[in-house]
């Protein structure tokens, strides 16, 4: 063996190559591009390096960098690469799932000629060795993480990721909640948990002895280090014995305090689950996990105030929108809202917004449903507060049986009365894109207007493809008030949708989700959620709908809306008949009322009442209907009509129930020449759904009836009030040629009571 100081003979000559396997120091070497071409058996155990996986050529993050840390490291290789050396930590996620923290150093790699062509990376783990300046380092660490995120989950886990295994083999967080201390976090290394029933787990309620480390740490509101008697004041046998099996050398307990409350108690303990140079905490660590804990309960207090927050904002959110949808019959809903993700500033989380999607579906007459989906650009109070104002006024128009095009019409003029001073003397009117359709079970028919949203979906058996929708119009408020330019005009179109159909309602925020690492891609989004759609277009719509909305990968930057309809046939039958206008005809159109809902089931007492309805609203149509049918034309320009009825201005044609008219026909009836049958006729439709049925009376008056207070002494005038009292909803309609009328009526009596109880809030 050559003596120190003297020069290797050949024969004794070790390879540089053995050197550096041997070497308990990870070496890798990357190229100019960040690429891996060497690593050192080290660096594969330190790193986690799969084995059989061929790494050569990979960038350097793929060794497991955690991606806050990933600027780093690119930091580190714009700096080697113009021939800085380089020194840091940074955090690494092994394949096993397991974390640690690497100290690395860099410098130049440079070829014969002097040229940097790559960078050497010498690399040990964090912290093991207890040396001072690495333990700042840690504390350094800690505060950037916790400045990362205001999530309260994410802050008390973040930190015992940091702290296990570098710092502590086992790390608990305590907080109250009240009076009772709970504990948040059981973080340990190695993967090893305790055995169910000796140590406190997650959402225990914990109890410490009195004289046990962690009360006298909470009581003297200090940080308290044993490294004796850890096991005299166990909080029971078995705690004791999982403490001396695991063996337990040290620990350290300090009370997390913020704006002078006490929150909680961070403990952290040492065991021999890891191999470590120090077994032990001194004063150091006790001073160092002071100066963590100081800033690890500020972040806890300001992420439960961020949780607070976030908790009104989604509640004042879901408060505009409808809390549950009414059963509809011939149709089955679900819906879906999600929150878009807290916004950012510099990269950190600052508060979760609230936005403006929404969705509806309004009951209308006769069965008829009406759906709606729509966004309100922008986000933040002044877009949900346009958003339920729009919602509100939506359901009002809707329910008062408007046209789909008349309702966008209406809505444009609302939205752009809801403008806001932008500062600069202008006037800033949010766009809002609107999807409105009115959906009739038992023809199957859908007729809609659109505002510049997104057709839905259509899902059948044979496959999933946006509905083709022949109208599409521009989103609300895009034109000023007073602006230059024409009138924006709604138009409406009808489709049929086929049988079981399904449709899917979304808002863009779906399709607009940011992958990690790049943008977003909404046509590509849009096939995703196709594919997920049509791989469970047999489930119900509840699974449907969760479905689509983890279709997509990626952040939700954009709050969403999601509607997911699907029509059937059960339960529903039709029946109608045509009658000429004739007081003889009131009896053969509540005949066949009465043995219709006889076929249907309905309850005896039932169907008397709403024959005796039936009577009431075809009287009206036989005394009120015109002789001549008045064509109604829906136009972008409003409501035309091809012939105004003789007498409809004058104020003593008003349209009411005095019944004296028909007495006086009756007398007169024989003197008087017959009417063409074929110009005066109504139409009698009977629906029928699960519970209910619906009474619909078509005529050609254009006039709308009201209700009219009738004297003690009037022959006549309580028709309507009849049919108010004694429906469960009524009400009139026009029609492209005239008007319906219409009522509600529960097939059986328990159903009726039950609906007097709910809306008797009992």
């Excluded at 510099?346 to 309004?362: L, M, P, R, S, T």
């Excluded at 078509?698 to 309507?720: H, K, T, V, Y």
Aim: net charge negative.
């Amino acid at each position: 063996m050559t003596r120190w100081g003297e020069p290797f003979r050949e024969s004794d000559a070790l390879a540089t190559a053995d050197v550096v396997d041997q070497a308990q120091i990870a070496i890798v070497v990357i190229d100019s591009f960040s690429l891996l071409r060497y690593w050192n058996p080290f660096a594969r155990e330190l790193f986690g390096f799969v084995d059989g996986r061929d790494y050569v050529g990979r960038s350097l993050l793929d060794i497991g960098i955690h991606e806050s840390d990933r600027e780093h490291a690119a930091q580190l290789a714009r700096r080697v690469l113009r021939g800085e050396p380089w020194e840091g930590t940074f955090a690494v996620l092994k394949s096993d799932a397991t974390w640690i923290h690497v100290r690395a150093q860099a410098v130049p790699m440079r070829d014969e000629t002097g040229e940097i062509d790559g960078i050497i990376l010498i690399a040990r783990e964090a912290l093991r060795s207890g040396r001072v300046e690495e333990q700042y380092g840690l504390l350094e660490r800690i505060g950037s993480r916790l400045s990362s995120s205001l999530e309260f989950e994410s802050t008390v886990k973040g930190v015992a990721g940091i702290l296990v295994p570098q710092f502590a083999d086992h790390c608990f967080i305590d907080l109250y909640e009240r009076d009772r201390l709970i504990r948040q976090v059981s973080v340990h290394a190695e993967g090893w948990t305790p055995p169910p029933g000796t140590w406190y787990d997650v959402g225990d309620e914990v109890r410490y002895p009195e004289r046990h480390f962690v009360t006298q740490a909470l009581r003297r509101l200090e940080t308290v280090v044993s490294n004796e008697y850890l096991f005299e004041s166990s909080p029971n046998s078995r705690s004791d014995y999982t403490s001396r099996q695991v063996g337990i050398t040290s620990a350290i307990a300090a009370p997390l305090r913020a704006r002078g409350e006490v929150l909680g108690v961070l403990t952290l303990a040492l065991s021999k689950l890891t191999p470590r140079q120090k077994s032990v905490y001194g004063g150091f660590d006790r001073d160092l996990v002071g100066a963590i804990v100081s800033r690890v309960a500020l972040a806890i207090d300001n992420a439960r105030l961020f949780e607070e927050e976030r908790g009104t904002v989604i509640a004042f959110q879901r408060s505009l929108l409808p809390s549950r949808l009414p059963s509809l019959d011939g149709l089955t809903v679900a819906h879906r809202y999600l929150p878009a993700a807290s916004s950012r500033s510099h990269g950190h989380e600052a508060q979760i917004q609230v936005g403006g999607d929404f969705y509806d579906a309004i009951p209308l007459s006769a069965g008829r449903v009406g759906l709606v989906i729509g966004d309100v650009e922008g986000r933040g109070p002044h877009a949900a507060a346009v958003m339920g104002q729009l919602r509100a006024a939506l359901r009002a128009f809707a329910q008062a049986d408007r046209e789909p095009a008349d309702i966008l019409r209406e809505l444009d003029e609302w939205v752009r009365q809801l403008g806001q001073e932008d500062g600069e003397g202008d006037t800033w009117i949010p766009s809002v894109s609107c999807l409105y359709m009115v959906y009739d079970a038992w023809s199957r028919e859908l007729s809609y207007a659109n505002a510049g949203h997104a057709p839905p979906l259509l899902v059948t058996s044979e496959s999933v493809e946006k509905l083709d929708l022949e109208v599409t119009d521009r989103v609300l408020g895009v034109r000023a008030k007073g602006g230059a330019g024409e009138d924006v005009v709604y138009h409406q179109a009808d489709l049929r949708l086929p049988i079981g159909a399904t449709m899917v309602l979304y808002t863009d925020g779906l399709v607009n989700r940011r992958p990690v690492g790049g943008d977003p891609d909404p046509e590509q989004a849009l096939v995703q959620l196709s594919e997920r759609v049509s791989e469970v277009a047999d489930k119900d719509v509840e699974q449907m709908a969760e479905a689509a909305v983890h279709s997509v990968p990626g952040e939700l930057e954009d709050d969403t809306a999601l509607l997911v309809v699907r029509t059937h046939s059960d339960e529903l039958a039709l029946r109608e008949g045509w009658f000429r206008s004739e007081a003889s005809t009131v009896g053969e159109a509540r005949h066949l009322a009465a043995k219709t809902f006889k076929e249907w089931g309905m309850d005896r007492d039932q169907a008397e009442l709403a024959c005796l309805l039936v009577s009431e609203i075809v009287t009206n149509v036989v005394i009120h209907a015109t002789p001549h049918p008045v064509h109604r034309e829906f136009t972008g320009g409003g409501v035309l009509d091809s012939e105004i009825p003789f007498g409809a201005g004058d104020a003593e044609d008003e349209f009411d129930e005095d019944w004296s008219d028909l007495l006086e026909a009756v007398g007169e009836g024989a003197d008087e020449e017959a009417e063409d049958p074929e110009e005066k006729e109504f139409l009698l439709r009977l629906r029928r759904g699960a519970s209910t049925v619906w009474v619909e009376v078509f005529d050609n008056d254009l006039r709308l009836p009201r209700i009219r207070s009738a004297a003690a002494d009037d022959e006549g005038g309580r028709g309507l009030y009849l049919v108010e009292q004694l429906a469960s909803r009524w009400g009139s309609r026009p029609t492209p040629d005239g008007k319906a009328v219409w009522f509600e009526m529960p097939m059986h009596a328990q159903e009726e009571a039950k609906e007097d109880k709910e809306d008797d809030g009992e």
